[in-house]
């Protein structure tokens, strides 16, 4: 898994390309978290649109995510997910805990 990022009105985008399935791409995303976060950037969209394909690993990554912002009073939310992790997020209920967005614009503007 690769990351990018970028800031748009004080929020963090980061782009997530490739598989979700831990190893070395789960450090990573938490890392990137913990940096922001520090320098006092709690606001967090990820866009999922690159992201071939998950297992339970990746959907730890995301929880993992979602709990270290939330606990440093921030909020993660997630944009451009696939139709099929989408799926992955229902059965598993865990899109009834992450706003999930159709894209990142619409993701944004949810923070105002």
Do not use: C
């Amino acid at each position: 898994m690769t990351i990018s990022e970028r800031e748009q009105n004080g929020i963090v985008v980061i782009s997530l390309e490739g598989n979700m399935i831990g190893g070395p791409g789960a450090t990573l995303l938490s890392e990137k978290l913990r940096e922001h976060l520090k320098t006092d950037r709690k606001q967090f969209v990820l866009n999922m649109s690159q992201i071939e394909w998950m297992n339970s690993s990746g959907l730890g990554i995301l929880m993992g995510g979602l709990t270290t912002v939330r606990q440093n009073g921030g909020n993660l939310k997630l944009a451009h997910v696939t139709d099929k992790i989408q799926e992955l997020l229902r059965i598993t209920k865990l899109n009834r805990i992450f706003d999930v967005f159709s894209d990142e614009a619409e993701a944004i503007e949810s923070f105002s």
